[in-house]
């Protein structure tokens, strides 16, 4: 088989414009969600490098040396980070994607995978961080390895590495159900400047969903009508129906979530609200001077602000 052997992709994050869901009914424990979500500019920048393994399984060693943290194991994949708090072994996305990607095409044992990550995206920030690196992992390794996977079946493996990769491999904006499996694209939202603004804790997806099912009132849908002033390109009416049915739930125990929106909203921003499991707040600005205020002006609350925008895909080849 025939490959490249180096790659580099841009792995963008995610907000959630619209969030609705159900109490946990499935039997796999994932909740139903209706949500439209958007693809941004801020993102993460993965390495990857493949060698075929030595003769009799010998691996290749590396007399480099690296002051970022590293791990390897015995299925040759090897992840290494800037950030501290993102796991190196089976619990990343990345390496359970990739695992993934070599089991199911035949490949495991036989290469040796080099896989770096340059970390912006904050981590537990409700922004996919860890998905959209996890998407950049199965659409990277089958461009190396000259798979030519179909687009439908690199959505199945995505949902089976987590519930917000099928989206990061598609990006842009969707209209996105089920546990996030099903994928139904909306015409792109036009550019807008987002700033992003966390206050530093970070929440775990499962705890956040476990807490609305405990505190959580359920409300009906209305993703349909977003979805027809987005198609209708009424966005007036469009961002006055922006709703995250997590947000009232994570508020209850971070209030600084409703004080970064308030003063967003306050300094020009025309739609604030968390994203996905939170605590990550976000602002649309109608041109960069207002983005630029409300970026400043956050600062004082927040220890974690992101200038961003909004993009037509998730990943790029760099």
Request: proline share 3%.
């Amino acid at each position: 088989m025939s490959f490249n052997k180096k790659l580099t992709v841009n792995a963008s994050g995610k907000i959630n414009l619209y969030l609705n869901v159900r109490k946990n009914c499935r039997t796999d424990g994932f909740h139903e969600i209706k949500s439209i979500m958007q693809s941004i500019s801020l993102s993460d920048e993965l390495h990857f490098e493949v060698t075929p393994r030595t003769p009799y399984g010998l691996r290749r060693k590396d007399n480099g040396s690296s002051n970022i943290n590293g791990n390897g194991n015995g299925n040759g994949i090897t992840i290494t980070c800037n950030n501290i708090d993102i796991p190196l072994n089976e619990k990343n996305l990345v390496h359970k994607a990739a695992l993934l990607m070599l089991e199911n095409n035949n490949l495991k044992e036989k290469y040796d995978i080099k896989i770096n990550i340059d970390k912006t995206i904050p981590v537990g920030a409700g922004l996919a961080g860890g998905s959209t690196n996890a998407a950049a992992t199965l659409i990277a390794l089958d461009k190396i390895f000259n798979l030519d996977t179909s687009c439908e079946r690199l959505l199945e493996l995505g949902n089976e590495v987590g519930s917000d990769v099928p989206f990061c491999i598609t990006g842009g904006t969707a209209l996105v159900e089920g546990k996030g499996e099903k994928i139904s694209k909306l015409p792109d939202l036009p550019f807008y400047w987002v700033v992003l603004a966390s206050n530093g804790k970070k929440f775990l997806s499962g705890d956040v969903y476990d807490k609305f099912d405990l505190i959580g009132r359920e409300r009906n849908s209305i993703h349909d009508k977003l979805v027809s002033d987005l198609t209708g390109r009424k966005f007036d009416d469009f961002f006055s129906k922006l709703d995250n049915d997590l947000e009232r739930v994570v508020t209850v125990e971070d209030k600084m979530i409703i004080l970064l929106k308030e003063k967003a909203l306050a300094l020009g921003a025309f739609a604030a609200q968390m994203t996905g499991s939170g605590p990550t707040v976000f602002a649309f600005c109608p041109d960069l001077k207002v983005a630029k205020e409300v970026y400043k002006g956050l600062e004082e609350l927040s220890n974690k602000i992101f200038l961003s925008y909004t993009t037509p895909g998730s990943l790029s080849f760099v």
